[in-house]
Each structure stands twice: as C-alpha cells, then as structure tokens.
C-alpha cells in the first residue's frame, strides 16, 4: 500500500487549466482516469488526510503509486479525451457501465450493392443502419416478418444469395413474394436500394407517408375494378398497422429522443435507458456499474452518456435527452452531444406531462434491473470469496488468491504441440487475457519439459516488462531477453517485441497470486523451478490432477485433499477445465491447418488469390507440377521469376504416391484433388492420421 504523500506533486507543478490526469499503479497500468476544469484543484483533493477521503477514493489513491496529467484547451476536449483513456485503458476504478446482456439490433446493411435485413449484435459496423435495441430477437423477426410484405428486401446470407444466383432459381421468400428476389434480377441494384431506404424510413418513424400513399392506391385499384390488387393493398395496410402496434405511442408529438433513469445504492448503480423514435419506444437497454469511486448521480449520467454516444454520430444521437439529474457542470456535456449530433441536442430533466411520465416509468425499470442484480450477485459473491478463502486456506497462502493462471500442454500423440494460459480474477474468467504458446523448444511429447518453457517464457516476460517500467532495484535480469516467438492473445498472433503499452491492459506485467497447471507432480515441480530460475519467489503453484482431482503443491510427497462439495475444488476444476478447453481449441486449429497445407504453401510471395489462380488454370497441382515454366507464366499475375520459384519448390516438394482403397487394397491412379488446401503428395492409407487413433491431452 502506498503513501500518497510519496509521490504526491510539488507545488505548483500541477497546472491551474483544464485537463485529464491518471493516477497508475507499481505496475505503471492505469488504474484512474478522471477530468477537471481546474488540475490543480481536482488534484489537491486526492493529496489530504486519508481519513477525509470516501473509503473508495482512499483505496484508490493508496492502490496507486504515482500521478500525470494532460492539459487541453476546452471542457469538452477534456471530456472527449477522458472518454479516449477509459476505452484504451480499462481502469479498474472508473464507472464502466456494463451490459446485462448483448442486445440485438435491427440491421440494415445499407453498405452492400443488395442490402440485407438481419438481426445483429455486437460492434456497430459503418455503412449499416441500426434500430433498437431490442429485447429479444424473436421480436425483430416477427416485426421484419409483417414488413416484407410491403417492404420485400433481401433478408437472406451471402452464400444463399450466391447459389441462387448460381441456380437463377429464388428462395421460398422469393417464391411467396416476401423478397423482391435481386438474386435473380427481378429487380435493380438501384429499385432494391430504393426499397431498402423505405423500408428504413419507416422504421425510424416516418410512416404516415407510406400509409397514406398505399390507402390512396388501394382505393385507386377499387375504382378500376381491380379488386384483387386492391385486397393485397388492403392487407399490406393491415400488416403495416399491427407492426406500428407493436410499439404504442408514448409521446403524442411524435419526439425523437433518449431518457435515462438511474437507481442506485451506496455500492452500485444500474442505467436504464429508452429509446423514442417518432413517439414511439424501439428500444431499450440497460447497464449495471460498481461505484468504485464517490460519484454524484449527476456524474453517472455523465458517464453514461459518454458510452451510449461515444462511438455514434449524426441522427444516432437524438435531439433531446432527458436524464434525472445534470452533469454539473452541464455545457461542456451539451457542447460534446451536439458535437456528436452536428446539430443541437437538449439535454434537460423532464419537468411535467408525458414525457416526466415516462420518465417514472424507465425509473421503475432501472430499480427493477438494479434489485434483480443484487439478488443474483449475492449468491454469487458470497460463493466466489468463500471458494478463493478455502484455497488460500489449503495451499496455505497469505491471503485469497484474486489472479489466478492456469496453463495446459495438449498434443495429439506428440504433433503440434501448444499450451494455454488462462485468467481468473476474483473468480471469474479474465478472457481477454487468455494467452497461447506453441512449444518450439524442442520436438516430441515431453508434458514436463513444455510445461516448463511455457512458464519460463511467460514469466520472463514478466521479468522484462518489470525490466522496461524501471521496477528493478538494479541491473539484474537484463540479459534475459525474449526470443521464443511462440505467444498467441485470443485468436490472433502477438508479436514478441515487448510493445509499449504505457499502462494499457492485455499484457504479461501483472503477475498472479497463484500458478494453476493441470496435470500432477512432475508438471508442479517443473512450473516451481522455472519460477526459481528466473528468481521468482513470491508466487503461489500448484497442480490439479485429473484422475482423482487431488490438489498437488512443490515440495509435498503427498497431495492436497479438498472435499468434494468445497467450493475452492469448484473453482479449481472450472479454472482447469477452461484452460484445457482453450489448449484443446487451438491444437484443433494448428492440427486442421497443417492436414490442409499443400506444396504451395511453401512458395514463398504466393498468396492465396494466386494459388487459387493456378490450380483454376491447371486442374490439379499434378498437372501444374508437370507444366513447364513458360506454361506457368500463362496465368495472369505470375512472372517468370515467380514462375521459377513455383516449379523449384513443385520439383522438391515429394511427389503424390498411388492412394489406396483400405477397403479393397486396390491402387486408385486419380487426379490429386482441386484445391490448394489438400494434403498432396500424401498416401491414403489404413494408417493414416486419424483422431480416433490418437488421443489430445
């Protein structure tokens, strides 16, 4: 615990201007972000008597180890940047509002040549219109289902919109006149788009236009006799008013706009929020957020608002918004919102009539969601610190483990060799955090040794990141640099240098109380002495084996026994499992890779549009290994020197052996398969490589 004093600015150090500060830890990782109209004001209330300060804020400042700051121009650069630094550094003290639930969108894919009506989720992507959120999906379908009938777009994916194209034969929307079927040209690029803008104005509100027109074509259609297309017309009209019904009218004058409600406690806070579009509700969401920090309702607005339109613009963000309480103070926020809007946008708290109504009504929701959340967090609370207690307890630790990493080796009968790190935090997954490391010390099986060359590396790691942030009381562990190579994050490929992050999250600095690795006594002893020679005496090891789930720790002839009903065995087991799950995961994907490569794999420049180029031209990679260099130069993008590279890397690459039918024996002479993905060259035989034939561990 630090003494703020000990790096609490000189005076007058701190400028007296608008600006952002940070506060961060030992680890030079970001664990505050706040914004001030006046730094040296703001800051100087961190720098008192720790007793004055909120219990939270204390916690804070003596979690923290040093202070900075930015300067800007304006209160609202101030907000924006604020905003900036809490996405990019996730600190662990700032509000962040967090979604009970991935709401799914209506989505209009305006960005494509045929757009497509689907539902969505996630990150809003540019190009696509968006209405919502919804609560459930099944909602948006049946809504979607009513307006096909007038509004017949493409709701269709990618690959069947290609194969009935292929066909020239629709779907069964287009069969039944729910799709205007562009697959097939029964309609423009340019008529599909118009439609697709339709039907997006009438989503967004505007359908009094679109009634009105089809009312006088109807009654157009019954004067001229035409009674059947006056009967669809009627019953377009009819699907297009129980649509409308689906959201009742709240607000009379048909007003675009947000309201946010806030419930709260002394501990934690929920956000709920109503999307009005032309009077009417499209949608709802809500969030729930920890009060780490002494915070005004004013000031949770303020935050709320910053992650509702930080990442939208243009009609995205309404025109008014009606919240409980102001952020003080409130022109700064107003400025930012019309900013994000390019025009006016009221920010006010609703004072009388329908909209203070409503109001009332999101406030209930938001009390509502924040009573649900304790209910169900309690259980889960109380189960989560008597489970890291009871561990701490058996491996006899100083205090309750709230980092643990858990690492895994999997292989299939020694091929591709990999392990897997994964995070708990307080007893919950840390995912993006997870890491994986392909064992490239040595060839073969050898759980004992990959276990310790994943551990050293890791930590290594850690060692430099320590090395780099100046947290060395002296030169030692220099020369242990970083070479290995092997480390992946998530599903993509991180790079060995040790990038400067400066603070932000997703690294190997912050080290765990306790190692987990799944496997017995051989695999903890090997984890201990990586940790030993690196140095490294501070962290806790152990091992769940899996037959009897005994609990195993370095030094001890005999295992840990937790029974069966504990909590903390619970929780091993969970930490265990999911770091087998992820080693199991990416040994699939390297196994699947490496079935798949073929000899042009290793043509060094040639890329897959190229690979894909030749075997359309040749047929088969037999046929282009037998095709001369100026035959090779006759598909477009191919030169002679890569022609040549092409025929030398053909010419050693093995030659493809009969395969064999294992059922008859017989040699099939056949071509070698069309694609660029297969394993050429290789028998077909009984022993082939099988996944029942071996086992991943």
Not at 139 to 154: C, E, G, H, Y
Not at 391 to 409: F, G, T, V
Request: hydrophobic share 35%; charged share 30%.
């Amino acid at each position: 615990m630090a003494d703020p004093s000990s790096y609490r600015p000189r005076p007058g150090e701190i400028p007296d201007t608008p600006g952002v500060y940070r506060f961060r830890d030992e680890h030079r990782r970001v664990i505050y972000v706040g914004k001030a109209k006046s730094l040296r004001q703001r800051l100087a209330n961190y720098f008192q008597d720790l007793a004055n300060l909120h219990p939270r804020t204390r916690t804070m400042v003596t979690t923290a180890a040093s202070v900075e700051w930015t300067v800007v121009s304006t209160e609202v650069e101030a907000l924006q940047l604020e905003y900036s630094w809490i996405k990019e550094y996730d600190p662990r003290f700032n509000v962040k509002y967090r979604d009970d639930k991935s709401y799914p969108y209506l989505a209009v894919t305006m960005n494509e040549q045929f757009p497509r009506v689907q539902v969505m989720r996630g990150h809003k992507k540019k190009g696509v219109r968006y209405f919502g959120p919804y609560g459930h999906a099944w909602a948006i379908r049946d809504t979607v289902d009513l307006l096909l009938r007038v509004f017949p777009v493409r709701t269709c994916s990618a690959g069947v919109f290609k194969n009935a194209a292929r066909t020239g034969r629709p779907c069964l929307l287009g069969y039944i006149g729910k799709c205007s079927a562009p697959c097939v040209g029964r309609i423009t690029p340019e008529d599909h788009q118009g439609l697709a803008e339709e039907f997006c104005d009438f989503m967004a509100g505007r359908t009094g236009t679109y009634l009105r027109r089809l009312e006088k074509q109807m009654m157009d259609a019954a004067e001229e006799m035409e009674y059947e297309r006056a009967a669809r017309l009627r019953d377009d009209i009819d699907a297009l008013k129980k649509a409308m019904e689906k959201n009742a009218v709240v607000l009379a004058d048909a007003t675009d706009a947000d309201l946010i409600a806030v419930a709260e406690d002394e501990l934690e806070a929920a956000v709920q929020i109503f999307h009005v579009r032309g009077g009417r509700v499209r949608g709802q969401r809500g969030w729930v957020t920890d009060k780490v920090e002494e915070i005004t309702t004013g000031a949770l607005v303020e935050h709320a608002l910053q992650q509702l339109y930080g990442e939208e613009s243009g009609d995205a963000v309404p025109k008014e918004v009606l919240v409980p309480a102001l952020p003080e103070p409130v022109e700064p926020v107003q400025d930012w919102l019309t900013g994000r809007r390019g025009a006016n946008v009221s920010l006010r708290i609703p004072q009388r009539g329908d909209k203070k109504a409503l109001m009332e009504t999101v406030q209930r929701n938001a009390q509502q969601a924040l009573a649900l959340h304790k209910t169900k967090r309690a259980s889960d609370l109380t189960t989560r610190s008597r489970a890291l207690e009871e561990i701490a307890d058996a491996l006899d630790l100083d205090s309750a483990p709230l980092r643990i990493e858990c690492y895994d080796i999997s292989h299939l009968q020694g091929d591709d060799v990999v392990a897997s790190m994964v995070v708990f935090e307080d007893g919950l997954q840390r995912k993006s955090e997870y890491r994986r490391f392909q064992i490239k010390g040595f060839a073969g099986q050898d759980d004992v040794r990959s276990m310790h060359e994943v551990i050293t590396r890791r930590f290594r790691r850690y060692l430099a990141e320590k090395e780099r942030t100046g947290e060395w009381a002296d030169g030692s562990g220099a020369e242990d640099t970083l070479t290995d190579g092997g480390s992946l994050t998530g599903t993509d490929v991180i790079t060995d240098s040790l990038k400067d992050d400066d603070g932000r999250p997703k690294k190997f600095a912050y080290p765990p109380q306790l190692v987990v690795v799944d496997g017995g006594q051989p695999q903890v002893a090997a984890a201990r002495r990586a940790l030993d020679e690196l140095g490294i005496d501070d962290i806790a090891v152990c091992g769940l084996a899996k037959r009897l789930e005994e609990v195993w720790v370095p030094g001890d002839d005999d295992p840990v026994v937790l029974p069966r009903t504990s909590e903390g065995l619970y929780l091993l087991q969970r930490v265990r499992d999911e770091a087998h799950r992820f080693a199991i995961t990416y040994q699939r994907v390297k196994r699947a890779k490496r079935f798949r490569a073929g000899p042009l794999d290793d043509v060094p420049g040639l890329g897959e549009t190229r690979k894909q180029a030749l075997i359309k031209h040749f047929g088969s990679v037999k046929k282009l290994r037998s095709a001369t260099i100026e035959q090779i130069q006759e598909v477009p993008g191919i030169g002679r020197k890569t022609a040549e590279t092409i025929a030398v890397a053909l010419a050693q690459a093995a030659p493809a052996a009969p395969a064999v039918n294992t059922a008859t024996g017989e040699i099939i002479e056949d071509e070698e398969p069309d694609t660029t993905g297969g394993s050429s060259g290789e028998p077909v035989t009984a022993g082939a490589p099988d996944e029942r034939r071996g086992q991943e561990t």
